[in-house]
């Protein structure tokens, strides 16, 4: 049901313009999503591990279902709507916490992979709420929009919650787990978790400048018409799903850290190499540069694809750690990417340009593959 609120995003313009808002005061209120996404990522791990997973999700599907319908109430206060955006990200970011804790549980009853496939369902979820949410968009009001997604999501949490794991067999506190229920932010043990954070952070980094950049790339720089320019993040979106449902298999037989150490490494190489290729190209050759500059976004999305799975798998695998802590953990450190990369990435932009810019999210998916030295999965299953 998380994917459900992804369908507001295409709302944004016109709650921009009903909250009178300007770019930078847009880009600061929703910073809220993000600091309640710190919040819940934190606070919700030890609430799983303390109470059990089935639980905690019920609860921030009510604060997710809750945030969602605040939002329609307040599309004409500031204030109220970044406490609804706080009360959003918290809900959403603790209902996912709350569902890798499950899916871990899942891997381990049936000792088979199944964890790429669940992100590969979140993806596909994701893109399909968000061309619905686009297309209902002229027929609707913002306000009677965010009612309906909010309801929606609800009835969501109502069905799917009761097809959850039952407390006694996901590993909590209380249940057959003996590992720890609290992790120090710096300490000795917190090491392999800030490892695999900033692995996912540096995969995040890279997954975002290609939703975010992209088009404008390709429209500003390449000179890519109308209705073609949204191709470089179709591409990207579509072979991750892919790469999501393939992963399962891929990381079963080679494993999550030489899966992650070739993705990012031949998926950062290859799009920097498309981008180096296709943007000067474009002077010449329109379609030969959307092919090429597609290619390249097709690469990055097969490499980040499973990426998120497989260091959701280690993070989950570090010894002494519950895993619901362990998973909060490393969301608290990867969601500095919200922070970091958009406003990197545009800063280099304005000094450079966009495509010398689109380098850092490239050298981030190499880095998040070097970071496959963090994994350590133990086992298979």
Known sequence: MGVVSMAWVPRIPEIKDSLALNNGQLGLMLLGSTCGALFGAQVTGRLAHTFGSRKIAYLTGVILSFGLIAMSATTHSRTGFFVALVLLGMGYTGLDVCLNTQAVAVERLSKARYMASFHGMWSVGSLLTTIIGGGISRIISPERNLVAIGAVAFFALLVSNSSLLPDEVDGHEGTECEMAGKVSLFGKDALALWGIGFGMLAAIIAEGAASDWGAILLRENMGIAKGWYASAFASFALAMIVARFLGDRALAKWGAGRVVRIGGFAGGLAWATSIAIAVPLSDHSRIGALIII???????????????????????????????????????????????????????????????????PCVMLVIAGFQARAIHVRGKL
């Open 294 to 360: 597609n290619i390249g976004f097709i690469c990055a999305g097969l490499g980040i694809g499973p990426m998120f799975p497989a260091f959701i798998i280690a993070a989950s695998s570090v010894p002494g750690i519950a895993p619901s802590v362990a998973i909060g953990r490393v969301g608290v450190i990867s969601l500095g990417a919200f922070f970091i990369g958009p406003a990197s990435i545009g800063l280099f932009a304005e000094v450079t340009s966009l495509p010398i810019a689109m380098a850092f």
